[in-house]
């Protein structure tokens, strides 16, 4: 019978991704609806994004597009099919000034030249995270930031609106296209998750104020590329391992950001993707996954750090620029950095 008070337990818990938009607008520092519209149009793309890659199998989404993106890497049919869906549903909406994406070479402006257009943010979006997942059916995820820009509404966007530093961030989330589908977004005022009830196409708050655990057991890395990694990242690794007090850990790397942080984020663990001698900033892009997951991470009570510095404090020089990345329960990132900053 427990189960069963389980289930009723759940099915109390019915306030939906909509209904919580609309209660905590007022709660937004300059609330004039705009944000709750911009959540909405991403809820929105997140239904249709998740009702593509569900039917992956079925369909001809698998495989390469045959292009490669500006970073040189092969873009999937679903990266490709990602990106548009979510840059049609903010364009056709209006309400956005600006978009900017892992999979396109430049930012986009919409409208932003005509003066009756008050639009006032700009999004950068990781349409599909973790592409090399898809064709073989493991979780893959959607990241979003959203940024008030800095330059006068009714004007052209320009690269500075994108490039402000993550503590300037106004939101930012994930979807997780997971066994269900979660979208997990802050505001600046907590971390929640909703969970999607497929059937009828609503996101149910499921996970209220997520934190992270203050520390955990589970490290993610690709340890792959151990060889190359900086000797304080490998000396961290070796920590890890080692067994003493509550450790070794144990190893835990889907290959998806989104997924891999989401698993840490309630469980308690690192995620890294640190430098090493063939790749000098390491693979993940500051903008567009880095910025968003730490601000996440922050307001869920985790730390994001490149091994020295807080990453919501770099002043971004480019948009598809690289970082090295440290994320997750705040006593493990400060123990990978002591260990990183032995060497310089
Ligand atoms: P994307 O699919 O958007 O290019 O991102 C993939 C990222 C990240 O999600 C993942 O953790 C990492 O790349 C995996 O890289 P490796 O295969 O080098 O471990
Ligand atoms: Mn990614
Ligand atoms: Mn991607």
């Known amino acids: 019978m427990v189960h069963n008070v389980h289930f009723e337990m759940m099915t109390k818990k019915n306030t939906t991704l909509g209904e919580f938009i609309i209660e905590n607008q007022n709660s937004f520092q300059y609330s004039s609806g705009e944000l709750s519209k911009l959540i909405n ?29 500006i970073q040189g890497e092969d ?17 056709n909406r209006e309400i956005v000034c600006g978009i900017a994406s892992e999979e396109e070479d430049d930012f986009i402006s919409i409208n932003s030249n005509d003066e009756n257009h008050q639009n006032k943010y700009v999004v950068l979006i990781d349409p599909l995270d973790g592409s090399s ?17 800095i330059t006068p509404v ?46 009828i196409g609503t996101f149910y708050l499921s996970h209220p104020n997520m934190q992270f655990p203050k520390t955990g057991k589970i490290y993610s890395v690709n340890e792959g590329n151990y060889t190359h990694f900086p000797q304080g990242v490998k000396d961290y690794i070796k920590h890890c391992q080692k067994e003493e007090g509550d450790r070794p850990y144990t190893s835990r790397y889907i290959g998806s950001l989104v997924s891999d942080f989401h698993r840490n984020m309630i469980k308690g663990g690192i995620y890294m993707y640190p430098k090493s001698s063939i790749a000098s900033n390491g693979k993940l892009r500051l903008l567009y996954e880095c910025n968003p997951m730490a601000f996440i991470a922050e307001q869920a009570q985790g730390k994001a750090s490149d091994g020295h510095q807080r990453i919501l404090e770099i ?4 948009l598809h620029e690289r970082v090295p990345f440290f994320c997750g329960s705040t006593a493990m990132v400060t123990k990978a950095e002591e260990f990183i900053q032995k060497y310089h």
């Open 315 to 318: 002043k971004p020089t480019e």
């Open 154 to 199: 009714g004007t052209p966007v320009t690269l500075e609106d994108f490039l402000q530093p993550g503590d300037q961030q106004v939101a930012a989330g994930y979807i997780i296209y997971g066994t269900s589908t979660m979208l997990v977004y802050t505001t600046g005022d907590g971390v929640n998750g909703f969970t999607l009830n497929p059937a």
């Open 133 to 149: 997942n898809i064709d073989v059916n493991v979780s893959v995820g959607t990241i979003f930031s959203i940024y008030r820009r």
């Open 75 to 91: 873009q999937q049919k679903l990266d490709v099919l990602a990106n548009d869906k979510f840059i049609q549903t903010l364009k």
């Open 41 to 69: 149009a991403i809820r929105l793309a997140a239904k249709v994004v998740n009702h593509e890659v569900n039917k992956a199998g079925l369909i001809d989404v698998l495989g390469a597009a045959g292009d490669t993106n």
